[in-house]
């Protein structure tokens, strides 16, 4: 691939632009002298290289991955782009593709000790005509880490590193985007504090990095609708937190929940806000719509909710289609009282919930063909792999 034949790339894990060189016995060193403390030499003697291998003529159609029954698991792949930040206030420097693999980091650097890091989602998908792939809105994605990176005091890439980046380790991986209508390529951007810090404060140095996998739905049921379960002891996030930002630490803490709720058969919980213990926030890891008549209510995105693109795009399609949307407070008894509930985010897409469990009674809703929720899956998923007309300007195509 053209992406990938220069005969000469600086490493991303350079520091000014320098690169760092295979050196006899298999170390690595930098191409300057002198400058540096110990402890940022031994860190950077362990970071990866670029593989300068010419892998295009390796099979393009993907492995053995059986394409029909692909879940949403790590497939690797073959590249991942990474970019550092040598200086918290410096910028982000170019950035290449290196083979993906492990990536060491120095035990006292500041993701692994106070959970300094963002990450993000999207998806590729491939064009029906083989023509190219689609991203869906990746600078929204962008803009949401940069929003992430202000609250988290850590320096981000801008819209146009970031799309750039994304749309390079797409072409890197053609031959794991699934066929059209079998899945999509799932991108996992990552902006962490890579720097060694010891006291409470900012990492010096900062890290962005993309890989992908091949993924196919996110829950079990596949296109079913699923079961969820309101939980009353756990709670996602807490007014003035990190709720509305998509960091790493507020993911660890709902595993319990999750997979306590997963041991009795429900695909998810909903989590209730933690001051009244009366309203719906979100489920682990998507969004939440009611419909009610012709009236769709979702949570209000008020610090403690995830904006989510998807939720965001559902949203205005919702209104293209007549309804009333209702950004705001929404009561457990709204939950229980609607004639239909879905879920939407870039991992679930939109999926409709058959049941909601609260206080031990099961509550059930409308699904099948004829319902919203089927509606607006079907065009956004439409727009999202170029088989409608994108009349909002959402889709950017790789070539």
Same mark, same amino acid.
């Given at each position: 691939? #053209? *992406?990938?034949?220069?005969?000469?790339?600086?490493?991303?894990?350079?520091?000014?632009? &320098?690169?760092?060189?295979?050196?006899?016995?298999?170390?690595?060193?930098?191409?300057?002298?002198?400058?540096?403390?110990? =402890?940022?030499?031994?860190?950077?003697?362990?970071?990866?290289?670029?593989?300068?291998?010419?892998?295009?003529?390796?099979?393009?159609?993907?492995?053995?991955?059986?394409?029909?029954?692909?879940?949403?698991?790590?497939?690797?792949?073959?590249?991942?782009?990474?970019?550092?930040?040598?200086?918290?206030?410096?910028?982000?420097?170019?950035?290449? =593709?290196?083979?993906?693999?492990?990536?060491?980091?120095?035990?006292?650097?500041?993701?692994?000790?106070?959970?300094?890091?963002?990450?993000?989602?999207?998806?590729?998908?491939?064009?029906?005509?083989?023509?190219?792939?689609?991203?869906?809105?990746?600078?929204?994605?962008?803009?949401?880490?940069?929003?992430?990176?202000?609250?988290?005091?850590?320096? #981000?890439?801008?819209?146009? &590193?970031?799309?750039?980046?994304?749309? &390079?380790?797409? =072409?890197?991986?053609?031959?794991?985007?699934?066929?059209?209508?079998?899945? #999509?390529?799932?991108?996992?951007?990552?902006?962490?504090?890579?720097?060694?810090?010891?006291?409470?404060?900012?990492?010096?140095?900062?890290?962005?990095?993309?890989?992908?996998?091949?993924?196919?739905?996110?829950?079990?049921?596949?296109?079913?609708?699923?079961?969820?379960?309101?939980?009353?002891?756990?709670?996602?996030?807490?007014?003035?937190?990190?709720?509305?930002?998509?960091?790493?630490?507020?993911?660890?803490? %709902?595993?319990?929940? &999750?997979?306590?709720?997963?041991?009795? $058969?429900?695909?998810? %919980?909903?989590?209730?806000?933690? *001051?009244?213990?009366?309203?719906?926030?979100?489920?682990?890891?998507?969004?939440?719509? %009611?419909?009610?008549?012709?009236?769709?209510?979702?949570?209000?995105?008020?610090?403690?909710? =995830?904006?989510?693109?998807?939720?965001?795009?559902?949203?205005?399609?919702?209104?293209?289609?007549?309804?009333?949307?209702?950004?705001?407070?929404?009561? *457990?008894?709204?939950?229980?009282?609607?004639?239909?509930?879905?879920?939407?985010?870039?991992?679930? $897409? *939109?999926?409709? %919930?058959?049941?909601?469990?609260?206080?031990?009674?099961?509550?059930?809703?409308?699904?099948?063909?004829?319902?919203?929720?089927?509606?607006?899956?079907?065009?956004?998923?439409?727009?999202?792999?170029?088989?409608?007309?994108?009349?909002?300007?959402?889709?950017?195509?790789?070539?």
């Amino acid at each position: 691939m #053209a *992406v990938l034949s220069s005969a000469r790339r600086v490493l991303p894990w350079a520091c000014n632009g &320098q690169a760092l060189a295979r050196v006899s016995g298999g170390a690595l060193g930098t191409g300057r002298s002198g400058g540096g403390s110990l =402890l940022q030499s031994r860190w950077r003697s362990s970071l990866p290289q670029l593989d300068p291998v010419d892998r295009s003529d390796e099979d393009s159609s993907g492995g053995d991955i059986d394409w029909d029954n692909l879940g949403f698991g790590l497939t690797p792949t073959d590249y991942m782009y990474v970019m550092r930040c040598p200086q918290a206030d410096g910028g982000f420097a170019r950035g290449e =593709l290196s083979r993906y693999g492990n990536v060491e980091l120095s035990p006292s650097s500041g993701v692994l000790n106070y959970g300094q890091g963002l990450f993000e989602g999207l998806k590729a998908y491939r064009r029906a005509d083989g023509a190219g792939y689609m991203l869906f809105r990746p600078e929204e994605n962008a803009r949401r880490m940069q929003a992430g990176a202000e609250r988290m005091c850590m320096p #981000a890439p801008s819209v146009e &590193q970031f799309v750039h980046a994304v749309k &390079q380790t797409v =072409l890197a991986n053609t031959r794991w985007v699934p066929p059209q209508g079998k899945g #999509a390529l799932y991108i996992r951007p990552l902006l962490i504090g890579s720097g060694a810090i010891l006291g409470l404060a900012p990492a010096p140095e900062y890290t962005f990095m993309i890989y992908a996998s091949p993924v196919g739905t996110y829950f079990k049921e596949g296109m079913s609708a699923i079961h969820l379960l309101v939980e009353e002891e756990f709670h996602r996030a807490m007014p003035g937190g990190t709720g509305g930002v998509k960091t790493i630490t507020n993911y660890a803490p %709902v595993l319990k929940a &999750q997979m306590d709720a997963k041991s009795k $058969g429900f695909a998810d %919980v909903l989590y209730l806000d933690s *001051v009244h213990k009366r309203y719906v926030e979100e489920a682990s890891s998507c969004n939440l719509f %009611v419909l009610k008549g012709e009236t769709v209510a979702t949570p209000a995105t008020a610090g403690t909710i =995830l904006p989510g693109i998807t939720r965001r795009s559902i949203i205005e399609l919702a209104r293209d289609c007549g309804y009333q949307v209702e950004e705001r407070l929404v009561s *457990v008894d709204d939950l229980i009282g609607a004639d239909e509930v879905f879920c939407t985010g870039t991992a679930v $897409g *939109v999926t409709p %919930v058959s049941t909601v469990t609260y206080q031990g009674t099961r509550y059930e809703f409308r699904t099948g063909e004829d319902t919203l929720s089927r509606k607006l899956y079907n065009t956004l998923t439409s727009i999202q792999m170029g088989l409608a007309e994108d009349k909002k300007g959402w889709t950017v195509a790789i070539d």
